[in-house]
């Protein structure tokens, strides 16, 4: 394994403009990464690949899976971590908190007095012109105040070292169960790592999720009953929805288990009726109530904007949290950080323009060859447009576009991800990642998963990283201090308990895929699987 990792060198790839995480530029392995570089090297030929194949065979046995283009496939975790120091770790941290806190206190104002708007520091326009934004919920103020309960924020890393805010996610935020999944599985293939190295768990999550659910419940209400609302078996995020209802130990319902009555949310049980305080959906805005959005949706419930607007029950992520991560508003958050919390932003942005301002459009319809061109409420990589990979005729249609629809559109230069070691093959080469962190707002306080989801993208050269385009994944190890729990090697009989681990690497067979429910009655017909793929296209996705 040592001629391999003498063979790791960024510096003759394609991807050498980027900065690599593990080696600096004289080919040095970088202070962070030593601990890891000596267990690599420590392994015997070939065993790294039959690590890997091991996990992948273990993902798609127990139902680790996302879709891409309509075929179920395992999620692609790659064998080697990515490392990041505990010292940057705290800088992140920070600026990830204080974002999500700067756009909490504007969805507040923007849903409520509008000061923001008054002050002009962001245009009314931006807001009211936002799909996302939702007069429905105009006035509702939560229990605890609380609106993005769960946030994703994305980050990258620029060729001078430098960390960016890349893209916020605040709606319905994705790919929290990958985190804990790959944790889980890279503890039982690299016993030996753990040992050696101090790592922050991940484990907590669902403890912390649910806390923050159970203090957004309606006031008077000791003790909660919340829910996990899912589109239902054919969304692509299914996975997850399932992992986090068993381990928060709550139920995961489909809106046909729910119902509204005189304000109230129940839930349909063998017992009869019972009480809904909280719900947790990873459901799209325009699907969730056939009465106010979308009259066709089977994925909702009627009458639950009703039952949010008097109070009956919590919803997490709340309504209309979309305009807060409107692509265009991304521009404004540093001077949201000043007007609302009176701080400089810790992370900065992406440089970006704002092509709704005609002089910054004019200078982008000149070099729309070098720049990346994205759609202001895009997710999932769908619909960015590449410069430089753009044939002549994708940009001549992208300028057609952007010349009907301004507003629609910001541009950005293209950003040279960082890199990190993947196993490609049998052999380590440098792959673009990005990292989304993901932050738990409980009304006292933002907590932040220590390290998040590195998404990777495999082939090389590529700068997409999104798993619905062919994208993986890396657990992120945060490395800690003497004074820290960390992560170690599960025992048997905590592999077994943890809902997480997707089973024993060495023994694939042992692994048994999880019982999915199937749809019965004619409630889910051909109608309600388009819906599902539909809102799955529109939902805030890691992948």
């Known amino acids: 394994m040592t001629e391999l990792l003498d063979g790791y060198r960024p510096d003759r790839s394609p991807t050498a ?21 000596r267990t ?37 975790l790659d064998v080697v971590p990515r490392v990041i120091a505990g010292t940057e770790w705290d800088t992140i941290e920070a600026g990830v908190a204080q974002r999500v806190r700067a756009l909490e206190a504007f969805l507040a104002d923007v849903y409520g007095p509008g000061k923001v708007l008054s002050d002009g520091v962001v245009p009314r326009a931006l807001v009211t012109s936002s799909t996302h934004y939702q007069r429905a919920v105009h006035g509702v103020e939560p229990t605890n105040g609380v609106r993005i309960h769960v946030a994703g924020i994305d980050l990258i890393r620029t060729p001078a070292g430098d960390v960016r805010v890349l893209e916020d996610n605040v709606r319905v935020p994705s790919g929290v169960s990958y985190v804990m999944t ?36 309606p006031p008077g209400v000791e003790d909660p009953t919340v829910v996990v609302l899912t589109p239902g078996v054919f969304n692509s995020a299914y996975f997850e929805h399932t992992l986090l209802a068993r381990s928060m130990g709550v139920e995961l319902v489909e809106g046909r288990d729910l119902v509204c009555r005189r304000g109230r949310v129940h839930m349909r049980t063998t ?5 809904v305080d909280v719900i947790y959906r990873r459901v799209d805005d325009d699907f969730l109530d056939p009465v106010h959005f979308r009259p066709d949706s089977m994925l909702g419930v009627p009458g639950l904007v009703n039952a949010v607007r008097t109070g009956g029950v919590a919803l997490a992520n709340a309504l209309g ?14 001077d949201l950080i000043r007007y609302h919390l009176g701080e400089d932003p810790i992370i900065a942005n992406v440089d970006t323009w704002r092509l709704e301002e005609p002089e910054a459009r004019e200078e ?3 070099r729309l060859h070098e720049l990346v061109v994205k759609p202001v409420d895009g997710s999932g990589g769908k619909g960015i447009v590449i410069g430089p990979f753009a044939s002549a005729e994708e940009i001549a249609a992208l300028r057609r576009r952007v010349t009907a629809d301004p507003r629609g559109w910001i541009a950005q230069p293209l950003v040279q991800l960082s890199t990190v070691p993947t196993l490609i093959g049998e052999s380590l080469a440098p792959r673009h990642v990005d990292l989304r962190p993901f932050a738990v707002n409980n009304g006292e306080g933002v907590w932040v998963l220590p390290g998040g989801l590195t998404r990777v993208a495999l082939p090389e050269g590529e700068l997409v990283v999104n798993s ?14 003497p004074a820290s729990f960390t992560d170690a090697p599960l025992t048997d009989r905590e592999v077994d308990h943890d809902p997480g681990h997707p089973g024993p690497v060495s023994r694939p067979e042992h692994i048994t895929a999880p019982s999915l429910p199937r749809p019965e009655g ?8 388009e819906q599902v793929q539909q809102q799955q296209q529109e939902e805030g996705s890691a992948c």
């Open 17 to 37: 403009d980027a900065y690599d995480e593990m080696v600096d530029a004289s080919g040095e392995v970088r202070p962070t990464y030593e601990t890891l570089h």
């Open 40 to 76: 690599l090297a420590e392994l015997a030929p070939g065993e790294l690949q039959t690590i890997s194949d091991s996990l992948a065979s273990n993902y798609f046995d127990a139902g680790v899976t996302f879709d891409v283009g309509g075929v179920e496939r395992p999620f692609p």
């Open 182 to 217: 790959n944790r889980s599985a890279m503890i039982a293939a690299l016993p030996g790592a753990f040992r050696s190295t101090r790592i922050r768990p991940v484990s907590g999550y669902p403890q912390r999720l649910l806390a923050a659910l159970r203090a957004a419940a």
């Open 271 to 275: 017992r009869g009726l019972q009480r």
């Open 321 to 334: 949290n979309g305009v807060a991560d409107d692509k265009l508003l991304y521009t404004y958050v540093p």
């Open 364 to 366: 982008v319809m000149d």
């Open 468 to 481: 619905s385009q062919g994208g993986g994944s890396k657990d992120t190890w945060v490395l800690a201090g």
């Open 522 to 529: 004619e409630e889910m017909d051909h109608r309600h699987h």
